[in-house]
């Protein structure tokens, strides 16, 4: 039987409010998502006649080398559906790309475990939105037009600069609900009731953490599955018995997870969709990447680590950011409960943004982590003094990363900032040793729409 062609997306996110807070239950966490999405196509290997492969390629023709190539087996006792990556091949990348491994592994684990099916050859193609990376081309005269939904980013995908929208979560949502609608399209059709939306967060939730060796808070595979959305986390005790592939019984245990189809698996996140997680009508959410990331996960761990060493003093500010966090939800709400013509007056925005903004820079200095740099702060006020800017954050860990920014939804605002970055310089001896780029306005904005289902004609010229 010739298995479906098929693609699916899944949107980035920027945690608006509530960052280092949404790792603890107690707290949660402002979660925006965006219309810059990353595309995941699986489509039957072509093989010419009296070739036989058993292997599974996946490619990300948007940069240089990015081609791996994978065996597949089913375990013993029932273990699951064991990857390895074949090296050698000539348009293969030698380098490992663990995301990718763990979502294959886990999809095809789910998939053959309710379907009983063989698992077969086939061909992926992962694609991203252009604003998931700073681009790169040989020179100014050729950066794509506006219209290009997908550029060539003309480097190795590790050379490229991430914007920070959250490409690792969205890729392996999307990538989750593709690989499993492939093989598996009873279980997973359009991803258009909440049952398979639901199944598919706790597996692609499972791999995530899987594949980043830890397990996170979860709120942007979250968003990635069901997009803006108020977020709670998960305890971290429902994933800590799932175990490896290939031990006993994993397969069982995954389609457990996922499902919650026993009494032993109780995932207590909470996603509320409803209540002010909308940016209102006449504003608009705006993103600056400043062409660098930030190791993310060290900055945690040391906030985490001056936070256990210092647990009064941290959690006093953990309380007062989380009272400033919930204004900023409740005001968001009250400005979108206003019928058309009410005037709007942004002032109080504007006031609980830039309490966040001082609460933050306070952790950043007690506990020696540069949340909010000197840079971001300096780059954040600059964009504050134009009229129609309401305020803006450094989100999520924080760190020199993109900024978010809150404006009034007007043209001239807009391109008010396009002119201030077009010129903004950094000098690089105030960055800590840190190389910070050309400064730019991203075309994204925030888009509610979770993980999606794609028509497979936008692919065209991308996939072969």
Partial sequence: MERPSVAFSAPGKVLLAGGYLVLDRNYTGLVCGLDARIHVHVQALQTTPGLSLSEIIVKSPQFRDAEWRYGFRETEVHGGIEVTQLIGHSTSSQSRNKFVETALSYALTYASTVDHIKITPSSITILADRDYYSYSGPSSSDMPKESD????????????????????????????AAVVAHYAPRKFTDMKTSREKYILHNLAQAAHCAAQGKIGSGFDVAAAT???????????????????????????????????????????????????????????????????????????????????????????????????????????????????????????????????????????????????PEVQTE????????????????????????????????????????????????????TGGVNIGKVRLLSVKQDDRGVQKEDLAMYRGWVL
């Fill in 149 to 176: 939904l997908f550029v060539d980013f003309n480097v190795s995908l590790n050379k490229a600069h991430k914007t920070g929208l959250g490409s690792s979560a969205a890729l392996v949502t999307a990538f989750t």
């Fill in 226 to 372: 069901y997009g803006s959305c108020i977020y709670k986390r998960f305890s971290p005790s429902v994933l800590e018995s799932l175990g490896e592939i290939g031990s006993k019984d994993f397969s069982d245990r995954l389609q457990a997870l996922a499902e919650a189809s026993t009494s032993a698996v109780v995932w207590d996140t909470n996603i509320n969709k409803v209540s002010g997680v909308m940016i209102p009508h006449g504003l608009r959410l705006l993103i600056c990447d400043v062409d660098c990331g930030s190791e993310t996960v060290g900055m945690v761990k040391k906030v985490l680590q001056w936070r256990k060493e210092n647990p009064e003093e941290a959690q006093l500010l953990w309380e007062n950011l989380h009272i400033a966090n919930q204004n900023i939800m409740t005001e968001l709400f009250k400005l979108g409960s206003l019928h058309d013509g009410q005037s709007h007056d942004f002032r109080n925005l504007r006031a609980v943004i830039l309490s966040i903004r001082s609460l933050i820079r306070e952790i950043s200095t007690r506990s020696g982590v540069p949340i909010e």
């Fill in 379 to 430: 780059l954040i006020d600059s964009c504050c003094q134009l009229p129609g800017v309401i305020g803006g954050v450094v989100p999520g860990a924080g760190g020199f990363d993109a900024v978010a920014l809150v404006v009034e939804d007007k043209r001239d605002v807009i391109d008010s900032l396009h002119r201030l970055l077009d010129g903004y310089l950094v000098e690089g001896a105030r």
